[in-house]
């Protein structure tokens, strides 16, 4: 039965073990090496497949959440705000929250870190094997208003309610209709006690009935948001202003 590293590779392929495959020379010259033992060589292969696995189902996951872009929260500088502590941090990264459908509401100004915050759990979330979705209220819109006909919004909508957290950016950026109304409570009506929700806002929920129009649907939407919630106020500069590049070097 002696098969060549070739004809092995091969066999792995067939067997859907496509990482292992192309690992397969190197793990041998490791495993003369330094004289493993079979069950020492066996447990290098399941560990290397199955942490190349994980990586790649990080990143389709991180793919199908449709971030803007991608900026990991040590990038996020908690000195710099007064919204959020060091421990209060840590205590969101610990996901106890996510666990049990908790929403969060980042409320405050453009520029001071919303969106960047909730990209940032969202893609530690994805580290620790939730699915996320991103999409912002404009998108979000368009995605209600076209699922009924629309292929790609249908699928996007399958990806959006199978999520364990939801992340809407720019929420009530923008008045709606009636229909709109209708349709978003839908969504909050489906992922209520089913997924978590970060929404981004710079207008209060005491607000939000002037750009609903209907105080019977923004009461509706509400109830189910802030039935476990926590809001968290980011007050002060503008993020983006602190930390422009300029175009021209400054004068001696």
Known sequence: MNKTVNELQEQFRQLRLAETAEELPQLLR??????????????SITSFELTKREAKSVERRVKWARFPYVKSLNEFRVEEQSALTERQLAQLLEFSW?????????????GVGKTFLAIGLGIE??????HVYFVTMGELMQLLKTQEFAHKSQVQMKRLQAADLVIIDDLMYMAMDQREANLFFQLINHLYERSSIILTSNKSPDQWSELMGDQGITTA??????????????????????????????KV
């Open 30 to 43: 490791e495993a003369e090496k330094t004289s493993w033992t079979y069950l020492e060589f066996l447990e």
């Open 221 to 250: 939407i509400l109830d189910r948001l802030l039935h476990r919630v926590e809001v968290v106020h980011m007050d002060g500069d503008s993020y983006r202003m602190k930390n422009r590049q300029h175009l021209f070097s400054a």
């Open 98 to 110: 996510l666990e049990q459908q908790y929403n969060l509401i980042l409320l405050g100004p453009p």
């Open 125 to 130: 979330a994805i580290q620790r094997g939730f």
